[in-house]
């Protein structure tokens, strides 16, 4: 049994009343989740989010809930909402959480088995984690910067403003086992590159990051939800985010009915040009051209890259479809000692298995390689990871890719040019630049759609 617990922080306009209902704690098993919180008013109701609409579970005076799943249900993402009312019904206090379970991916991946919670308000989010595999203390990133080293599972951050787009990434660091520590080795070797004490240090731990993309709410409690619903009725039984037609409508672009949404990833060197270290015997060259990139870009803006791939998902009210609308490979430039200029496009295999797809969610297994088309025993880029898109744009992507070079994930609208960028991940550099070919950074990203643009900090290192 899993046992975990979320501590729900509210947004009320009664400033007596604020941050009494703290205490909403969550029970995740494989048969239930029971809610219980403080009693703080006249009435409640409990929702949770079904689509891009909150479906009303509950409403009453009580303060505890039970709602049954079945086993399909436990590895899914569950969003759930708590208002408040005054004696006169009208709306006081609206909080939401999330409760992430483990992954059922069938990637090897030790990320796999990660949970975690969070809650969120106008003021305050709190991030609750277990199971992401750390020998250290882990490391806390908010936007991009280290926020701060922590030996506990839990940050609760107040540094932060209202109706305002914030990532998160906890980072734990783990030591590799001999065998795989010899595996590197071995394909450092086989891409001629001698190891030097810097590449031994990097090659012998491994990162391992699950990052959450959040948004606070607004300061003024009507602008958070559709407030021309009637919560008092019993034939209500949903209400909408006033965020309905924002960034992640993909279907305002295309269809009304038809929601889709692009998956895009770009690898790219940031540098204008690579200069080759010493150890490195890719003869007769001595640099390779750059991309001269820093930060995330636009994911359909024209520009340099390594890598540039993109897949559509397309829901329908029966099932979901996935299409690849892009896989390019930027053309590699080699700079030979004579001062000669050589040129070459590579190869590259984007391969899509282990299908699941139904009108909620299609989930598959993603696997990328892009090799040196001037080099063919230098390592290649590699990608590896399992994504699933939910209907309403909320996403868990969990998996591998190397540490070189820099690597961006977008959510997009497909057609259209609205994005987000849910995650960042800067390339190794000097010496340890080719060593990031064969060290592998284990993620999980994981957002929720029901307001788009929870999704969009668009962190800069």
Not at 10 to 27: C, D, F, G, M, P
Request: net charge neutral; charged share 20%; proline share 5%.
């Amino acid at each position: 049994m899993l046992l975990t617990f979320i501590f729900l922080i509210s947004q009320t306009n009664n400033s007596e009343a604020a941050y009494k209902v703290l205490n909403l704690e969550i029970n995740l098993n494989q048969n239930s989740i029971s809610l219980k919180w403080d009693n703080i008013s006249e009435k409640y109701a409990i929702f949770i989010k079904e689509g891009s609409r909150y479906t009303k579970l509950w409403e009453g005076r009580k303060t505890t809930y039970n709602y049954n799943i079945d086993v399909a249900e436990t590895q899914k993402l569950h969003e759930f909402a708590i208002v408040a009312f005054d004696k006169n019904n009208n709306i006081m206090s609206v909080s939401k959480a999330y409760s992430i379970p483990s992954s059922n991916t069938s990637k090897d991946s030790p990320m796999k088995n990660s949970v975690a919670q969070y809650s969120v308000s106008n003021s305050h989010i709190k991030i609750t984690w277990d199971k992401i595999p750390s020998t250290k203390s882990f490391e806390i990133y908010k936007n991009g910067n280290l926020l701060k080293t922590t030996k506990k599972n839990e940050l609760i951050d107040l540094d932060i403003q209202p109706n305002t787009n914030y990532q998160y990434e906890i980072r734990g660091i783990t030591k590799v086992s001999e065998e795989k520590k010899n595996k590197k080795i071995s394909k450092l070797k086989e891409s001629k590159i001698k190891i030097r004490n810097e590449i031994d240090e990097k090659i012998s731990y491994e990162e391992n990051a699950l990052i959450i993309n959040v948004k606070t709410l607004k300061n003024n409690l009507e602008d958070n939800i559709d407030i021309d619903n009637d919560y008092s009725t019993e034939n209500n039984n949903s209400f909408k985010l006033m965020t309905a037609n924002s960034l992640y409508s993909a279907s305002s672009a295309y269809n009304s009915l038809t929601p889709q949404y692009a998956l895009v990833v770009h690898g790219w060197i940031p540098k204008p040009l690579v200069i080759l270290p010493a150890h490195i015997q890719y003869q007769p060259y001595i640099a390779f051209h750059g991309d001269t990139r820093v930060n995330p870009l636009p994911p359909f803006k024209k520009q340099s890259y390594r890598v540039h791939f993109a897949i559509n998902h397309m829901f329908l009210s029966d099932t979901s479809y996935v299409n690849i609308i892009a896989n390019k490979v930027g053309q590699t430039i080699g700079y030979k000692l004579s001062g000669e200029i050589v040129k070459g496009n590579a190869d590259r295999d984007l391969i899509i298995q282990n299908m699941n797809n139904n009108s909620s969610f299609v989930s598959y297994d993603l696997d990328y390689e892009s090799g040196n088309p001037l080099i063919p025993y230098a390592a290649p880029i590699d990608y590896s990871w399992t994504t699933k898109i939910y209907n309403d744009g909320s996403y868990d992507i969990i998996g591998s890719h190397d540490h070189t070079p820099s690597i961006s994930i977008y959510i997009a609208t497909y057609p259209g040019d609205s994005y987000c960028n849910l995650y960042f991940n800067k390339s190794w550099t000097g010496i340890a630049f080719p060593a990031g070919l064969v060290n592998s950074k284990n993620f999980r990203v994981v957002g929720s759609g029901s307001d788009p643009e929870s999704s969009c900090p668009n962190p800069q290192y």
